[in-house]
Nanobody, 122 residues
Framework: QLQLVESGGGLVQPGGSLRLSCAAS????????IGWFRQAPGKEREGVSW????????SYEDSVKGRFTISRDNAKNTVYLQMNSLKPEDTATYYC???????????????WGQGTQVTVSS
């Protein structure tokens, strides 16, 4: 069974950091681009970052540039999202997704995790 599982979310104060993990089971992430998305209550899901299958390219949504870093360890079948300088507006449920085309468009991803909650609050 193909599965993606996110972890690492939690409650953090503004300015703090979290590292999210996206672990795959039942399939290898080697041939997949991975995207991170988030959805806040009452808002549409938005793309945050993506990384190509071979780790050649990454991209970020404007509001997280310079604060978030996406990386992958194919040997561990895991992708990470390091989030620094967190702001209250980063509060959302974060999802990882696997697909064959790297983009911030959710329609390009066929496998999704269940999400992990990130809350930034003092």
């Amino acid at each position: 069974q193909l599965q993606l599982v996110e972890s690492g979310g939690g409650l953090v104060q503004p300015g703090g950091s979290l590292r999210l993990s996206c672990a795959a089971s039942g399939f290898s992430l080697d041939n997949y681009a991975i995207g991170w998305f988030r959805q806040a209550p009452g808002k549409e899901r938005e793309g945050v970052s993506w990384i190509t299958s071979g780790n050649e390219y990454t991209s970020y949504e404007d509001s997280v540039k310079g604060r978030f870093t996406i990386s992958r360890d194919n040997a561990k079948n895991t992708v990470y999202l390091q989030m620094n300088s967190l702001k209250p507006e980063d509060t959302a449920t974060y999802y990882c997704a696997a697909g064959h085309w790297a983009s911030l468009d959710a329609r390009n991803y066929g496998h999704w995790g269940q999400g992990t909650q990130v809350t930034v609050s003092s």
